[in-house]
């Protein structure tokens, strides 16, 4: 082992006397040439130039130390290698190399990881204690160069050169050291473990090598900044270095000062408060007068009293309220214990606002803030009719409820229910004119993208910063305990490593556990079942089902074309006149302007791209008006396109294009933002009983699809279809939108038509739209969506719709309006589909392929057609 765990002793004194433990006696140097020097080096005294150097010397690295010339340092050696280098130093003239490592961590350094400058040093004590280790007092005597090692083993020897220092004189020197003199005068005020002693003898050194190699000695410098020093020649560089090296030291020192001054100062502030603070307690003792704590303490007193909340919630708030009486104010504790019981006293536990039960009251502002939504408003007419009721046999119920003795069924006096419809039709604005007409107290709550379960909860008091979850947030917003809160965009709730939300809102949305809310952060029951909680979506399915069937379920579906005109009329028109800084008199719309903007430019089951684009219209208003062009104007048709430009949807020439060859079949279906069209695209190529699926269809869509082409195969010859037609061609079935996926099963009848169309060359009538399941053996089944789909065949111009015959129930749903426009074709089988939506077949025979021949007009005979429903 090469390297030497060599560690700076800062208690000289114990080294210098070690002959005390027995070990071995002091070591007086003796020096081969003594005429060469002219002072005791043992002293610390200069030594004189002309010294003489052996050739060759032991060298023992040092691992985060530089000894310099002049100097005298303890040094403690435990490698074997360098305890056996050591003992042959002292039997032999004493006479060592020092020289630092690169790496400080390397134990056994190799030649070439050692600096090449370095001191050597004469051994002056040596102590060897009783772990084997060996401490040694060294003095440095002068620079050397390590030219080549010569041996490595059993420890490091090389020849070596004395390098001569440059001592120049002058009065930079002199400035030098006077700079260095001070800092480091400075450096000992900073630093009280530099003795006075070392500070006044360095102080008192006129040479200034030896100053510099004093100073560096006991200075905290780093290893490259200690090398540099040593590998200087140039005293004045020496100086310089030092010099830069104490004042970036001073630096540090005084930040350090300040920064534990200002602690220190913060601390006697605090103190001094504290006492203050003891002293103002007694006096005001002495006075008879209480303190601010107690005044604090008596006032959460007086609230608890006057909260009017339950018994456990009572019994929690008195007992915290013990502890916070009996805390410093300073404690961390306290701060806690005050926002929980400012929390608890600022709820509204008995405070509630009265209901409006005048029944024609809620129906007159329900009314004035939407049109239409029967359903949704006899509802909320019913629950006011109840609410009514109870109070007025209050005393007949209660005591009908004692003589019970029912403890678990007890009455609820909450409702919760769910507003489903694709979106622009009302939902939100709902729920504000429900509790306009009920007189209550409305806060809406958007829970889309919710993922963390303390929202709703709140988080444990355990946690620092921690909050009440939101119901009790918005409760005590606003006051009152049976307000009118909207939960919106339930549908829409996230899930993560924090908690379930949905999961959550259980407890909240159940009438049976409501009762009792508990809160993470309160941890106290809570009556939530005089909140009307009222929540909203744009489709059941993500709802989980334990939540979803806590609710009372209400459709919201899209609206007719008559209900978009009355509501542009009656609401969104005087809504944009107002925004646009409009008077009434200024601009109105016609009904027909209306209906052009509904059918040219919207397609949707909701009316806000219709108020965008009634805002569009009333902006080029604005702007004629600010040019002096016009002071009033009413829009018709001609002024919508003028304004609004092209149509953007040509709904009943689209269908009649597509539609006018044989393999296309229009199809309705359900999406969360209301009912559309779809496409059913077939085409026939040269090939054998191939059939391909695109269109980025579901598993159950493509089953549907192999359904209806295995019953078109059966049925070949009743459709008049070649038997030869299926073993010489391939299929391709295509439904357009193919970035968009599809799925469902009510899409086959509309496949069936389409394959029967191909094959028998008979183009699908363009007026007629078409939904319903189908099974393998032709049956037609129910499916669901029936109003949504025939309100998006009505808004997109289409006349007939062909529906199971087991939905006829669902077109009491639709309105009359439309039924009356509209013929529903109710059906059994595929058979009687087919002979509804196939028009007479194009001339020409199958073998011509599938040609895009132009229509020419719509080969549907009048005889077929039916009014009203079949």
């Excluded at 300073?330 to 214990?337: N, S, T």
Aim: aromatic share 4%; glycine share 6%.
């Amino acid at each position: 082992m090469s390297a030497d765990d060599n560690e700076l002793n800062e208690e000289q004194t114990q080294l210098e006397n070690t002959q005390e433990n027995g070990t071995l006696s002091p070591i007086t140097l003796v020096d081969p040439d003594k005429s060469s020097r002219k002072a005791d080096s043992s002293n610390g005294d200069p030594v004189d130039d002309e010294l003489e150097i052996p050739d060759e010397l032991p060298i023992l690295p040092l691992r985060g130390l530089v000894v310099y010339p002049h100097t005298a340092v303890p040094l403690m050696v435990g490698q074997p290698r360098s305890i056996r280098l050591v003992d042959d130093v002292v039997a032999a003239e004493r006479v060592i190399g020092l020289v630092a490592s690169h790496n400080p961590e390397d134990e056994e350094p190799p030649p070439e990881d050692i600096h090449k400058i370095g001191t050597i040093a004469a051994v002056h004590r040596l102590f060897r204690a009783p772990d084997g280790t060996i401490r040694l007092l060294v003095q440095g005597l002068a620079r050397i160069k390590v030219d080549e090692y010569i041996e490595t083993e059993p420890y490091l020897k090389a020849r070596v050169t004395r390098i001569p220092e440059n001592v120049e004189t002058g009065i930079e020197v002199e400035a030098l050291m006077r700079n260095v003199s001070e800092q480091f005068r400075q450096l000992g005020e900073l630093i009280p473990s530099i003795p006075d002693e070392l500070l006044a003898t360095a102080l008192g050194i006129e040479d200034p090598l030896q100053l510099v190699y004093t100073i560096a000695t006991y200075m905290r410098i780093d290893l490259d900044d200690a090398q540099k020093i040593i590998e200087e020649d140039s005293t004045i560089n020496k100086l310089r270095i030092l010099m830069g090296l104490m004042g970036k030291e001073l630096e540090v020192l005084e930040l350090g000062r300040k920064i534990q001054a200002d602690a220190q100062l913060e601390i006697d502030k605090v103190q001094r408060e504290y006492f203050l603070r003891e002293q103002l307690k007694a006096i005001q003792r002495e006075l008879g007068e209480s303190d601010e704590q107690q005044l604090e303490a008596e006032e959460f007193r007086q609230k608890i009293d006057k909260s009017g909340m339950s018994d456990e919630a009572e019994k929690e708030a008195r007992r915290e309220l013990d502890r916070l009486s009996k805390l410093p104010t300073a404690a961390a504790e306290y701060g806690v214990i005050r926002t929980y019981l400012d929390w608890l006293v600022s709820l509204p536990w008995s405070e509630s606002t009265e209901d409006n039960l005048d029944i024609a009251h809620a129906r007159k502002v329900l009314d004035e803030d939407h049109y239409g939504l029967d359903d949704i408003k006899e509802r909320i007419l019913e629950y006011l009719a109840v609410r009514k009721l109870r109070l007025e046999r209050a005393d007949e119920l209660q005591a009908a409820d004692e003589a019970s003795q029912d403890l678990i069924r007890r009455i609820r006096e909450g409702v919760i229910l769910c507003f489903v419809g694709p979106p622009g039709v009302g939902k939100t604005s709902l729920g504000a004119s429900i509790a306009r007409a009920m007189g209550r107290k409305f806060s809406r709550m958007s829970l889309g993208g919710v993922r963390d379960e303390a929202e709703i909860r709140g988080h444990r008091r355990t946690y620092i910063g921690a909050m009440p979850g939101r119901i009790v947030q918005v409760l005590r917003r606003i006051g009152s305990r049976n307000p009118v809160i909207m939960l919106d965009e339930i549908d829409k709730l996230g899930m993560d490593f924090r908690g379930d939300p949905a999961s959550a809102l259980l407890e909240v949305l159940d009438p049976e556990q409501n009762v009792e809310f508990r809160d993470h952060y309160l941890d106290v029951p809570f009556d939530l079942s005089q909140v009307m909680f009222i929540t909203t979506a744009n489709q059941l399915e993500p709802i989980p089902g334990p939540l979803r069937d806590r609710m009372e379920v209400l459709q919201l579906s899209g609206y007719t074309e008559g209900e978009k005109v009355q509501i542009a009329q009656e609401y969104l028109v005087p809504r944009q006149i107002r925004e646009n800084g409009l008077r009434s008199e200024e601009v109105a719309f016609s009904d027909e302007a209306l209906m052009t903007t509904i059918r040219d430019h919207t397609r949707e089951a909701g009316v806000r791209n219709l108020e965008r684009e009634i805002g569009a219209v009333c902006r080029k208003v604005v702007t004629q008006i600010a040019e002096n062009k016009i002071e009033a104007i009413e829009i018709d048709s001609d002024l919508v396109r003028e304004y609004l430009g092209k149509p953007k949807y040509h709904n009943i020439t689209e269908i009649e294009e597509r539609t006018c060859v044989p393999g296309v079949a229009t199809g309705l279906v359900w999406t969360p933002v209301g009912g559309d069209i779809v496409f059913i695209e077939a085409a026939r190529m040269p090939g054998s009983k191939g059939f391909t699926l695109t269109g980025q269809l579901g598993n159950v869509m493509q089953e549907s699809a192999r359904a209806a082409l295995s019953y078109i195969r059966a049925r070949s010859s009743e459709l008049d279809i070649d038997d030869q037609w299926f073993s010489n061609n391939d299929i391709h079935l295509h439904v357009p939108a193919g970035a968009v996926s599809k799925d469902g099963p009510s899409a086959g009848i509309t496949m069936a038509t389409a394959l029967a169309s191909l094959l028998t060359r008979r183009p699908v009538k363009s007026e007629v739209a078409m939904t319903g399941e189908i099974t393998l053996r032709g049956q037609v089944l129910p499916i669901g969506g029936v109003k949504e789909k025939v309100l998006a065949a009505h808004r997109f111009g289409l006349g007939t719709v062909i529906l199971p015959a087991r939905n006829e129930k669902d077109l009491d749903d639709i309105p009359e309006e439309i039924r009356n426009e509209m013929k529903f074709v109710l059906v059994e089988d595929v058979d009687q589909v087919l002979e509804a939506a196939l028009a007479d077949p194009l001339p020409g025979s199958q073998d011509d392929g599938f040609k895009n021949e132009p229509c020419a007009g719509d080969p549907v005979p009048e005889s077929q057609e039916t009014e009203g429903v079949e």
